[in-house]
């Protein structure tokens, strides 16, 4: 009797957590590592295909202006990361999204296709991307809204130990 209570208990949060949170993890995405520099996902959402591509590039390859940034997401030092993202791009159906480089300029060490999942939140489509190691570890989160680049928010460790949103950038169109 008490597992089946428990049983009951689990369903039921997984029920509420699943009304409030759709990930797209259960329509038909695949992970591709293309080239060194290139992670992928792909899939379908509300039946239109969608491909979120971020490619990274050696720190050495960064155009200048970027290599003089101090802070760095995805390390622990004041060293500059090994490598660096260069672009992201997500398209939805006929759609592409190119996003500005304000939308990643400071993006150090992305983790690859296994750190990447589309979900849809509602009307908004959410694009996560981890990236770093240990205590320099974050998850971008980039959200789409009419086929718009609306914000992007970053999930880091805080001093209290806690991972949560520690800064935000809206974009206006």
Known sequence: MHRRKIGIIISVLLLQIATFYTPIANAEINFIRESWGTSRIYG????????????????????????????????????????????????????????PVSAYHDLGIPGGPYGMKV??????????????????????????ENTKLIERQIKEFTPDGEYNVTETIKFNH
């Not at 960064?62 to 672009?87: C, H, M, Q, V």
């Open 44 to 99: 379908k959402i509300d039946e239109k295909k969608f491909d979120f591509r971020v490619i990274s590039v050696p720190f050495s390859e960064l155009p200048t202006e970027r290599k003089s940034l101090k802070n760095w997401r995805g390390i622990d030092s004041y060293d500059p990361p090994e490598f660096a993202i260069s672009s992201v791009t997500f398209q939805l159906g006929d759609t592409i999204i190119v996003f």
């Open 119 to 144: 979900e849809k939140k509602g009307q908004k489509i959410l694009l996560n991307l981890k990236g770093g190691d240990g205590a320099g570890s974050y998850t971008s989160i980039f959200i789409i």
